[in-house]
């Protein structure tokens, strides 16, 4: 596979194509600038849920995106700051009592906390 080294070949401003408003291509309407944030809205979910401890590197992307290309790129509404979903709701509504009488909520940053464990890991279930 041939990779472009951006240091030793010209690199393309495509700005340019952001900035048209409408093409009209027979009978439909396109508009480059929505197709472009479609898109990388749901490039940033499907990699964000695929990767969820990248979620940092993702952040900055859209961030830059956002910024310097001036997009209105979704953002993710995942967890950033999970990295294993080990809970399952189902298990959580068959085992309530245990729940109630082990987790507490914490308002500040809107999850529920396991209390103490005997691990080093500590369950949480966010709340959206």
Do not use: C
């Not at 993710?76 to 082990?102: A, G, K, M, W």
Request: overall charge negative; glycine content about 2%; proline content about 2%.
């Amino acid at each position: 596979m041939n990779k472009v080294n951006p240091l030793n070949s010209t690199v393309y401003d495509h700005m340019n194509y952001l900035s048209i408003d409408i093409i009209t291509l027979f009978d439909r309407w396109i508009s480059l600038r929505r197709k472009a944030e479609q898109y990388l809205s749901e490039k940033f979910y499907e990699m964000t849920a695929l990767t969820s401890y990248d979620w940092k590197t993702y952040e900055h992307i859209w961030m830059i995106v956002k910024e310097v290309y001036g997009l209105n790129v979704a953002e993710t509404h995942l967890p950033s700051r999970t990295t294993d979903q080990n809970i399952d709701v189902l298990d959580l509504s068959r085992n309530i009592n245990f729940f109630v009488e082990n987790y507490h909520y914490n308002l500040h940053t809107q999850i529920f906390m396991q209390e103490s464990t005997e691990t080093k890991q500590i369950k949480t279930v966010g709340v959206n």
